[in-house]
Every structure is written in C-alpha cells, then in structure tokens.
C-alpha cells in the first residue's frame, strides 16, 4: 500500500481555534483524508503545533521542520504533503521573502535527498487575517506577519514548479477562523481534505 506524509503544523495537527483542544480524526482533514481514500493509501499525521518550516525554533528540533522531516519521511514515503510556512512569519524571527524562498527550497530538496522517488505536495496556507493582532497568538504575529502571509502562494508555486512539485494554494479554497486569525473552523478542515484528495485523484 503507498504510504502517504501529512508533515505541518498546527493546522494539520487540527488545532481547535475555540479552546486549544485538537479536533478529532473525523474533524481534522488528515482523518477526512483518510477516510475518503478508503484504503487506498495509508496516511501518517506529522503535524505539531507551533512547527516552523525553515526557522531554527527555540523549541527545539520537534518544532523545527527542516530538522526533524528525516525522522518522520522514509524510504517507503510515496507522497509527501508539505504544510507548513505560517510560523516561520512570528515577528521574532523577521524573516524577508528571500528567507521564505529559500527556506521552502532547502526543505524540498532535504526531502529529495531522503527519498528521490517520492511525490511532493507542496500545500501553500491560507492568509491569516487582523483577528490574529488580538487574539491569543498576538504576541507572537504582527502586521508584517499578515503582510507576509500573502506572499506564501506566489513563493510555494514558484518552488513547486521548479522542483517538479504538487501544489495546492489553500487561500483559494479555505479561510482562517477570525476566533484568532490563524486556524481553521471545522468546515474549512472539509474543503481541505477535499481538495488534497481531489489532486490525488487526478494525478
């Protein structure tokens, strides 16, 4: 059975922006996605919450995408679903549009190095929005962090096509909750699985 790696963060973990709890396998799009491919693939959920992508987090290597991708992707990763991006915009690590690009790049090419063969997916996130500012992330997101997030699509396409990757833009098909302007509502989490399970289909 091909095996496919749903590695991201919080939002692919299913954070539940209404009280921190994580919503559960029949909420959350990688549980979606899993029963909507009845069978056909077995699918791993490597999300965490507060995971960057290119940034060194103070967390440690768990939190820090780029780090710790070689323990969850394998030799028998047939498709890598790649989500991840929005943390690595918290004000503290002041990150430029050369950064991001150049971050994305590094951890597509790490996963190419550990499995060659493997399809990757690079899913861009959706936006976050001004409820972020005073929400129960504000400390960690500012202004610049919602100006950057709308760069996210036109970067991750940009790396998509010149590594041969998947790309699925989620501010074209989910928006975030305005309970704190980063996570998804639960039907947003539906438009999500569909979509991925959609561009499975057709490729």
Known sequence: MKKILCFGDSNTYGYNPHDGSRYDSDTRW????????KGKYEVEEGGLNNRTCFADNPDGIEQTGYKILPCYMKKNTDI????LGINDLQKFY?????????????????????NP???????????INDHVLKGAFSFQFDKNSIKKSALLSGIYKKTAGKYNCGFIDLD??????????????????????????LYLSLT
């Open 117 to 127: 063969a493997a399809k990757i997916v690079i899913v861009s996130p959706s936006r």
């Open 30 to 37: 990688t549980g979606i996605l899993k029963k909507l491919l």
């Open 172 to 197: 074209k098909i989910a928006v975030v909750s305005d309970v704190d302007g980063l996570h998804y509502e639960k039907k947003e989490h539906e438009k999500i699985a569909q979509a991925i399970y």
């Open 94 to 114: 002041a990150v430029s549009a050369l950064d991001i690009e150049k971050g994305i790049e590094n951890i597509v090419l790490s996963a190419k190095n550990i």
């Open 80 to 83: 890598l679903i790649l989500a």
